[in-house]
C-alpha cells in the first residue's frame, strides 16, 4: 500500500493539472459561458496533495526489512516527526515575524524527509557498509528524495517570505527593502536596432557581499507600440533580488518594481539533486543487470 | 497612450532625471501591512483581460493599470475581497477571476482531485480486504 | 478529444458581458464638444442606440469608420460615441480628418465609465433598445457583415415586437 501512495498521488497531481487546463475549454465549449482557471487554482488543489507526496516520500525508507525492523523503524520514525515539528517551529518563531501554519506543515515535511535519510543513512553505516557501498544501492533515492526537500524548501520560503514594493524613484533616492538598499545612481538613454528607451543602474548600499550594479531596462519598440520591461536579477544562495524598471511616472521619476525572493536557487538545486537522482538510478539499474550477467 | 506621448514621457524622463532630494513614494500607498498584502493577493487573482495569461499584478497593460487603481482605492475604502470581486464579476464576467467561484459549474472542478484520490484509495482497500 | 477540436473554433478574446439584458449603469460624463455640459444616462431613453467606444489611437477604429458613416443614415437609430482614454484634441482633430458618424460623444478620458461598461479593448460596441437596456455587445470592429450577421436581426426582431 506504502509503495504506490505516492504513485497514486502524483498521477492525481498529474490529474488535477489536466483538468484545470482543460476545464475552461470544456465549459466554453458546452455553452456555459467562459471562466478562468489560474494559479490560484492550482496552488491551492496542489497544497494538500504535495503534504501528502512528502509525507509519504519521508516514510519511505521504511518500506524494506522484516516486520520486527518495521516497527522498531516506525517508532524512531516517531521520534523523527517530534524532532521535524520542534526544530520547524523554533526556526520559524525565531526567525519569521509571524507562524503560518503552512509554512509550518511543509518546513515540517521537508525536514521530515531529510531527517529520514539521515536515519537511513545512519542505520546503513550501521552495517558496516561503506560510503561507496551505501551510495551505490541507495545514491538514487538518496540524492532524488533530498532534491525533492531542498526544492519544497525553495517553494515554500519564497513564496511565504518574498516582499516586494512598488515605488517611484527620482534619480538618487534610496529604496529599503527587506535588508537591503537600492539606490538609484543614474538613468540613461538607450538606443537599440528596434527599440528607444532608457537603462536605469542601482546600487546596493552596506552590504557585506559585493554585489554588481544592478541594471534594468525599458525598451520601447515603436512598432508595435510596447514598452517592455528588462530586469535585473542577482541571485544568491539566500535570495534572489529582481528590479524592474518600469514606465515613467513623471518627467523625472521612475516607477521601479523590486522584490526580494529567500531561498529562490534552492528550488533549482534541489532540480539538479533530482536529475542526479535519476542518473544515479539509470546507473544503478545498468550495474545491477552487469552482475546478473557475470553471476 | 499615443505612441509619440510615450516617446516624448521617456525622453523627457531621462533627460531630467537628476538628483532627487525628497523621499521615493510608494505608488500604491497602503495604511498597514495586512492592507499592502491584501492587494498584493487581490491583485494575484485578477485577470489582465488584454494580455495572453497574466495577473493584473504582472501586467503593464493601460487595463491592468486601471483595474490596479480600483482595486486600490477599493481596499483603501474598506471594501471586503468579496465586494471586490463582486465589483469586477458584475462588469466583465467569471473570466476575470483566475480562483474560479466555488458553485455548481465548478464543482467538478473543486472537488474532482479529491473525489478521485478517494475513489481509488477506496478501491484498493477493497482489493486488499475483499480479495481472494 | 472533442473538446479540443471543438475549441479551435472559439475566440480567446471574446469575452461574454454580463451586462446583456442589464440597464446601462448610471453616469454623469463629459461631452466631447462641449466641456461643461455632460451626459447622463437619459441620452439613450427614448431611441434605439448603438454605443461605439473608439479612440484616435486606436487603429481598428478607422476600419469601422466607414461603416458606421454609411449606417448613420439607418432611420430611427442613434450612434453615439464613447471615446475611450483618449486626448480631447486628438479626438477632435481625428473627427475632423475623417468624418463624425456621431450624434452624440461622450469623452472618457480615465477609462471610467469604459470600467463600468466592461470594456477591455477598442473598439467595441453595445446596442441599447429604447429603455436603454444593453442587448448586445460586439467586440472588434463593426463591419458589413458582422452588421448583417450579428445586428439586423436583432433589429428586425424588436421591429416586429414593437408592431406586434
Same mark, same amino acid.
Given at each position: 500500500?506504502?509503495?504506490?501512495?505516492?504513485?497514486?498521488?502524483?498521477?492525481?497531481?498529474?490529474?488535477?493539472?489536466?483538468?484545470?487546463?482543460?476545464? %475552461?475549454?470544456?465549459?466554453?465549449?458546452?455553452?456555459?459561458?467562459?471562466?478562468?482557471?489560474?494559479? %490560484?487554482?492550482?496552488?491551492?488543489?496542489? !497544497?494538500?496533495?504535495?503534504?501528502?507526496?512528502?509525507?509519504?516520500?519521508?516514510?519511505?525508507?521504511?518500506?524494506?526489512?522484516?516486520?520486527?525492523?518495521?516497527?522498531?523503524?516506525?517508532?524512531?520514525?516517531?521520534?523523527?516527526?517530534?524532532?521535524?515539528?520542534?526544530?520547524?517551529?523554533?526556526?520559524?518563531?525565531?526567525?519569521?515575524?509571524?507562524?503560518?501554519?503552512?509554512?509550518?506543515?511543509?518546513?515540517?515535511?521537508?525536514?521530515?524527509?531529510?531527517?529520514?535519510?539521515?536515519?537511513?543513512?545512519?542505520?546503513?553505516? /550501521?552495517?558496516?557498509? !561503506?560510503?561507496?557501498?551505501?551510495?551505490? !544501492?541507495?545514491?538514487?533515492?538518496?540524492?532524488?528524495?533530498?532534491?525533492?526537500?531542498?526544492?519544497?524548501?525553495?517553494?515554500?520560503?519564497?513564496?511565504?517570505?518574498?516582499? /516586494?514594493?512598488?515605488?517611484?524613484?527620482?534619480?538618487?533616492? !534610496?529604496?529599503?527593502?527587506?535588508?537591503? /538598499?537600492?539606490?538609484?545612481?543614474?538613468?540613461?538613454?538607450?538606443?537599440? %536596432?528596434?527599440?528607444?528607451?532608457?537603462?536605469?543602474?542601482? /546600487?546596493?548600499?552596506?552590504?557585506?557581499?559585493?554585489?554588481?550594479?544592478?541594471?534594468?531596462?525599458?525598451?520601447?519598440?515603436?512598432?508595435?507600440?510596447?514598452?517592455?520591461?528588462?530586469?535585473?536579477?542577482?541571485?544568491?544562495?539566500?535570495?534572489?533580488?529582481?528590479?524592474?524598471?518600469?514606465?515613467?511616472?513623471? %518627467?523625472?521619476?521612475?516607477?521601479?518594481?523590486?522584490?526580494?525572493?529567500?531561498?529562490?536557487?534552492?528550488?533549482?538545486?534541489?532540480?539538479?539533486?533530482?536529475?542526479?537522482?535519476?542518473?544515479?538510478?539509470?546507473?544503478?539499474?545498468?550495474?545491477?543487470?552487469?552482475?546478473?550477467?557475470?553471476? | 497612450?499615443?505612441?509619440?506621448?510615450?516617446?516624448?514621457?521617456?525622453?523627457?524622463?531621462?533627460?531630467?532625471?537628476?538628483?532627487?532630494?525628497?523621499?521615493?513614494?510608494?505608488?500604491?500607498?497602503?495604511?498597514?501591512?495586512?492592507?499592502?498584502?491584501?492587494?498584493?493577493?487581490?491583485?494575484?487573482?485578477?485577470?489582465?483581460?488584454?494580455?495572453?495569461?497574466?495577473?493584473?499584478?504582472?501586467?503593464?497593460?493601460?487595463?491592468?493599470?486601471?483595474?490596479?487603481?480600483?482595486?486600490?482605492?477599493?481596499?483603501?475604502?474598506?471594501?471586503?475581497?468579496?465586494?471586490?470581486?463582486?465589483?469586477?464579476?458584475?462588469?466583465?464576467?467569471?473570466?476575470?477571476?483566475?480562483?474560479?467561484?466555488?458553485?455548481?459549474?465548478?464543482?467538478?472542478?473543486?472537488?474532482?482531485?479529491?473525489?478521485?484520490?478517494?475513489?481509488?484509495?477506496?478501491?484498493?482497500?477493497?482489493?486488499?480486504?475483499?480479495?481472494? | 478529444?472533442?473538446?479540443?477540436?471543438?475549441?479551435?473554433?472559439?475566440?480567446?478574446?471574446?469575452?461574454?458581458?454580463?451586462?446583456?439584458?442589464?440597464?446601462?449603469?448610471?453616469?454623469? +460624463? +463629459?461631452?466631447?464638444? @462641449?466641456?461643461?455640459?455632460?451626459?447622463?444616462?437619459?441620452?439613450?431613453?427614448?431611441?434605439?442606440?448603438?454605443?461605439?467606444?473608439?479612440?484616435?489611437?486606436?487603429?481598428?477604429?478607422?476600419?469601422?469608420?466607414?461603416?458606421?458613416?454609411?449606417?448613420?443614415?439607418?432611420?430611427?437609430?442613434?450612434?453615439?460615441?464613447?471615446?475611450?482614454?483618449?486626448?480631447?484634441? @486628438? +479626438?477632435?482633430?481625428?473627427?475632423?480628418?475623417?468624418?463624425?458618424?456621431?450624434?452624440?460623444?461622450?469623452?472618457?478620458?480615465?477609462?471610467?465609465?469604459?470600467?463600468?461598461?466592461?470594456?477591455?479593448?477598442?473598439?467595441?460596441?453595445?446596442?441599447?433598445?429604447?429603455?436603454?437596456?444593453?442587448?448586445?455587445?460586439?467586440?472588434?470592429?463593426?463591419? $458589413?457583415?458582422?452588421?448583417?450577421?450579428?445586428? $439586423?436581426?436583432?433589429?428586425?426582431?424588436?421591429?416586429?415586437?414593437?408592431?406586434?
Amino acid at each position: 500500500m506504502l509503495l504506490i501512495s505516492n504513485n497514486v498521488l502524483l498521477s492525481v497531481a498529474v490529474f488535477t493539472i489536466l483538468l484545470g487546463t482543460l476545464y %475552461p475549454l470544456i465549459i466554453d465549449v458546452l455553452g456555459l459561458g467562459k471562466l478562468s482557471v489560474g494559479a %490560484p487554482y492550482f496552488n491551492q488543489v496542489f !497544497t494538500p496533495l504535495a503534504f501528502l507526496i512528502l509525507f509519504f516520500m519521508g516514510i519511505s525508507y521504511l518500506l524494506n526489512g522484516s516486520q520486527a525492523d518495521k516497527i522498531r523503524h516506525l517508532k524512531k520514525s516517531v521520534c523523527v516527526m517530534v524532532a521535524a515539528i520542534s526544530v520547524s517551529m523554533l526556526l520559524l518563531l525565531l526567525l519569521t515575524p509571524a507562524l503560518q501554519w503552512k509554512v509550518m506543515i511543509g518546513l515540517t515535511l521537508t525536514l521530515w524527509i531529510i531527517l529520514n535519510t539521515l536515519q537511513m543513512l545512519w542505520r546503513e553505516k /550501521q552495517k558496516k557498509m !561503506t560510503l561507496q557501498k551505501i551510495f551505490q !544501492t541507495r545514491g538514487a533515492m538518496l540524492l532524488a528524495h533530498l532534491g525533492v526537500a531542498v526544492s519544497a524548501i525553495g517553494i515554500i520560503l519564497s513564496s511565504a517570505y518574498s516582499l /516586494q514594493r512598488d515605488v517611484r524613484m527620482r534619480v538618487g533616492d !534610496t529604496v529599503p527593502l527587506g535588508m537591503y /538598499q537600492f539606490k538609484l545612481t543614474h538613468v540613461d538613454a538607450l538606443r537599440g %536596432p528596434n527599440y528607444t528607451g532608457a537603462e536605469a543602474t542601482l /546600487q546596493l548600499l552596506n552590504t557585506s557581499v559585493s554585489v554588481p550594479d544592478l541594471k534594468s531596462q525599458l525598451r520601447y519598440y515603436p512598432v508595435s507600440d510596447i514598452a517592455l520591461s528588462k530586469p535585473a536579477i542577482n541571485m544568491g544562495l539566500w535570495r534572489d533580488l529582481y528590479v524592474a524598471l518600469a514606465e515613467p511616472v513623471s %518627467p523625472n521619476a521612475w516607477a521601479f518594481r523590486f522584490y526580494v525572493k529567500p531561498f529562490m536557487l534552492w528550488i533549482w538545486m534541489g532540480g539538479i539533486l533530482m536529475v542526479a537522482g535519476g542518473l544515479c538510478a539509470i546507473l544503478q539499474t545498468k550495474r545491477r543487470e552487469r552482475l546478473r550477467q557475470i553471476n | 497612450m499615443g505612441k509619440r506621448t510615450r516617446r516624448i514621457l521617456i525622453f523627457l524622463s531621462v533627460l531630467l532625471s537628476s538628483s532627487g532630494l525628497a523621499e521615493s513614494t510608494e505608488i500604491y500607498a497602503f495604511n498597514s501591512a495586512t492592507e499592502q498584502l491584501h492587494f498584493q493577493h487581490m491583485t494575484e487573482e485578477i485577470r489582465c483581460l488584454v494580455c495572453q495569461n497574466q495577473n493584473i499584478a504582472d501586467s503593464n497593460a493601460p487595463l491592468a493599470n486601471d483595474l490596479r487603481q480600483i482595486i486600490y482605492e477599493e481596499i483603501k475604502k474598506g471594501n471586503s475581497e468579496r465586494v471586490i470581486k463582486k465589483y469586477l464579476v458584475d462588469r466583465y464576467g467569471e473570466y476575470i477571476l483566475l480562483k474560479p467561484l466555488f458553485s455548481p459549474l465548478t464543482y467538478v472542478l473543486w472537488l474532482g482531485p479529491f473525489l478521485l484520490l478517494l475513489i481509488i484509495v477506496i478501491k484498493i482497500f477493497c482489493g486488499m480486504k475483499c480479495g481472494p | 478529444m472533442f473538446f479540443l477540436w471543438q475549441g479551435l473554433n472559439k475566440d480567446p478574446s471574446h469575452i461574454p458581458s454580463p451586462l446583456i439584458n442589464k440597464p446601462i449603469p448610471k453616469f454623469t +460624463a +463629459a461631452r466631447l464638444d @462641449s466641456s461643461n455640459k455632460s451626459f447622463s444616462e437619459h441620452c439613450f431613453f427614448g431611441h434605439l442606440s448603438l454605443l461605439v467606444v473608439w479612440s484616435s489611437w486606436c487603429s481598428h477604429c478607422l476600419e469601422e469608420h466607414t461603416f458606421l458613416l454609411h449606417v448613420k443614415k439607418k432611420p430611427g437609430l442613434q450612434i453615439i460615441g464613447l471615446n475611450y482614454r483618449d486626448n480631447l484634441l @486628438s +479626438a477632435k482633430h481625428w473627427l475632423k480628418q475623417y468624418g463624425n458618424p456621431y450624434n452624440k460623444i461622450i469623452f472618457d478620458p480615465n477609462g471610467l465609465l469604459g470600467i463600468n461598461l466592461g470594456v477591455y479593448g477598442v473598439p467595441e460596441s453595445f446596442l441599447l433598445d429604447e429603455k436603454g437596456i444593453i442587448r448586445y455587445k460586439h467586440i472588434g470592429p463593426l463591419s $458589413e457583415s458582422s452588421w448583417h450577421i450579428d445586428v $439586423e436581426p436583432l433589429l428586425s426582431l424588436w421591429d416586429k415586437g414593437s408592431h406586434g
